[in-house]
């Protein structure tokens, strides 16, 4: 859900995130904003994820995360739980924002939020734009304070994987303007795979792309 709110309704934007939007914008905001929200809430609508065991369904569909409005690491892990006896392969891409703790203590939560949900909104752009083509069905989720995964569900050819690992950690080659300062952020990427009917589970699966991500944290920014 897509809320817009005129600057002097701007205190209510925390209470419309805690009521179920997905996205908030207070006006004014520019075109770019509001295409990547719109964006981002068309492909939260797109998600199929089903209720868990003895949890209402509108539980599940509503407990997006807050902040940014994708989907929450519980919510990956059930959707690639779901992939598993149809996909012949799983892919977690696990990506890291570095620097968030240092813009937070500089400038506050709200600079450092807002840079999450920057963030949030490019890679929901990126990955719509690249995998457009592609016949893997995929999911984007917020795992952590400052870390993101993208699951991916078929065979992926690796100058698709490539391609897309390097999209994911540039989106930190260009710095964010928010409040008039400029915000510079680092990335790195994990990466784990495995045969969809032959993985020990989804969880280990996630582990897996976060183990992944933590030699990547040992590299330069944008190790992958």
Same mark, same amino acid.
């Given at each position: 859900?897509?809320?817009?709110?005129?600057?002097?309704?701007?205190?209510?934007?925390?209470?419309?995130?805690?009521? $179920? &939007?997905?996205?908030?914008?207070?006006?004014? #905001?520019?075109? !770019?904003?509001?295409?990547? @929200?719109?964006?981002?809430?068309?492909?939260?609508?797109?998600?199929?994820?089903?209720?868990?065991? $003895?949890?209402?369904?509108?539980? %599940?569909?509503?407990?997006?995360?807050?902040?940014?409005?994708?989907?929450?690491?519980?919510?990956?892990?059930?959707?690639?739980?779901?992939?598993? !006896?149809?996909?012949? *392969?799983?892919?977690?891409?696990?990506? $890291?924002?570095?620097?968030?703790?240092?813009?937070?203590?500089?400038? =506050?939560?709200?600079?450092?939020?807002?840079?999450?949900?920057?963030? @949030?909104? %490019?890679?929901? *752009?990126?990955? &719509?734009? #690249?995998?457009?083509?592609?016949?893997?069905?995929?999911?984007?989720?917020?795992?952590?304070?400052?870390? #993101?995964?993208?699951?991916?569900? $078929?065979?992926?050819?690796?100058?698709?994987? !490539? =391609?897309?690992?390097?999209?994911?950690?540039?989106?930190?080659?260009?710095? #964010?303007? +928010?409040?008039?300062?400029? +915000?510079?952020?680092?990335?790195?990427?994990?990466? &784990?795979?495995?045969?969809?009917?032959? +993985?020990?589970?989804?969880? *280990?699966? +996630?582990?897996?792309?976060? &183990? @992944?991500?933590?030699?990547?944290?040992?590299?330069?920014? =944008? @190790?992958?």
């Amino acid at each position: 859900m897509l809320v817009l709110l005129s600057r002097s309704d701007a205190g209510e934007a925390e209470r419309m995130r805690e009521a $179920g &939007a997905t996205r908030v914008l207070v006006s004014p #905001f520019n075109t !770019d904003a509001f295409g990547n @929200a719109l964006h981002l809430t068309a492909r939260l609508a797109d998600l199929q994820i089903s209720p868990g065991e $003895g949890e209402p369904a509108a539980a %599940q569909t509503t407990r997006s995360d807050l902040l940014t409005g994708l989907a929450t690491g519980d919510q990956l892990q059930h959707w690639l739980t779901q992939q598993q !006896d149809s996909a012949p *392969s799983l892919m977690v891409m696990a990506l $890291g924002v570095g620097r968030i703790g240092v813009i937070n203590a500089a400038y =506050g939560r709200s600079v450092a939020d807002e840079s999450l949900r920057r963030v @949030a909104a %490019q890679l929901a *752009s990126l990955a &719509a734009d #690249f995998m457009a083509d592609a016949p893997q069905h995929w999911l984007l989720a917020r795992m952590a304070a400052a870390e #993101f995964a993208i699951g991916i569900a $078929g065979d992926i050819e690796q100058e698709l994987q !490539d =391609g897309l690992s390097r999209q994911l950690v540039s989106i930190a080659a260009t710095p #964010f303007i +928010i409040g008039g300062r400029e +915000i510079h952020l680092t990335a790195r990427l994990g990466i &784990a795979t495995a045969p969809g009917k032959h +993985i020990e589970s989804a969880e *280990s699966l +996630i582990r897996q792309g976060s &183990a @992944a991500l933590a030699a990547s944290r040992a590299a330069e920014p =944008g @190790a992958i």
